[in-house]
């Protein structure tokens, strides 16, 4: 148990007596102390509310200062890229927006994107357009940033499977965009895409020795590449291992695939089909009619201009033609366009080799030998002016002398 210890009343009255009393000078000195000790908390208080101030006015004009020249920075990088990125999408949409316009403006720490919709005002670009010109805008967008930041600088590119829902033509238009606007931009371009990848080497984007066909692949070993061989190759392959219905079933399909870039390059009329799907039978001929009535126009055209060096060169394409056609009458019972073409898997390899060489030899006809990109009438909308190549070693007038 715990015992308190207790101290008589008249000794503890003894002792409260015994204590010092405080003098009003004692009193006055802790009061000066406390009041001290507030005013040095204060002035502190005052000096740290001053700083604060003061920095916070450093900060806003600095903030302002930022948000004005970033702005000005912002408008005037968002000006160039609107002005590329809508010539950019009027190139390869020429044939239905060609006064397609954009506006781009900062806004809240992002950018707004307004695009034309047919002249009826400015809307953002998924309120009216499709996803297939959605992408195509993208792509333009992705384009004009680029050359606006890096210019000359702009030299590698990586484009995987940018144009999945873009239509066949279109995507024509997007390779011709990269050759001419960006020759000096080395571009890494993936694609499921077989009509795609044709057209990239039909126009002459890359060389055909660069695609690479990717099997398949896994995390451990990466992808397996093999190099894609040039359709008439692949056809000698397999006429040389006598696999005649393969040879004929490719050459079939190599030929529908460029007698129809052909009759677009060249303006040539086919029969109208409500679904498009043209077969050889279609093509083919429209093709080569067309072909030998734009040099007649050329070489008549010439003639009315008195250019003796054009006559020439068109007397030799005609020449070259005519040779390399009259090939394909030697086979004309394996050839003519009126044959059902799925009858050359019934050819022995005897019988079919000079079917390949007679249509290869007539199809180069419609190349220039030196840039090897296809002759077409340029332009390809309105009225034909010229017959040409890209590297315009063939460029041969449409137009006559009044």
Known sequence: MKSAITMPRSTQRARISELPIASESDGARDYLVRCDERLEAWRMARRALKRSDQRRNVARR???LFNEVAEQHLTALYNDIENDFARFYRFVNDDDEPSFAARLEPSSGKVSLEVDFYGRGQFPPSAYHSEGHQDGMGLCLYLALMRRLFGDGFEFGVLDDVLMSVDAAHRKKVCELLKTEFSGTQFVITT???VWMRQIVATGLVNKRSVKRLRSWNVERGPLVNDHKESWESIAEKLDKGDIPSAAAELRRTLEQIAGEL????????PHRIDGNHDLGDLLPSAV?????????AKAAANSWNQKDK?????????????????TTIEQWAINPSVHYNEWANLSKHDFAPVVVAYRALIACFRCETCATWIRVVPPHGSAKTLACDCAAVCLSLARKH
């Open 192 to 194: 499921h895409d077989e």
């Open 289 to 297: 009619g067309k072909w030998k009535s734009l040099l007649k126009e």
């Open 311 to 327: 006559m020439e060169a068109i007397v030799a394409l005609q020449a070259r033609f005519d040779a390399t056609f009259a090939l």
């Open 263 to 270: 009759c677009e390059n060249l303006r040539a009329c086919t």
């Open 62 to 64: 600095v903030a302002s």
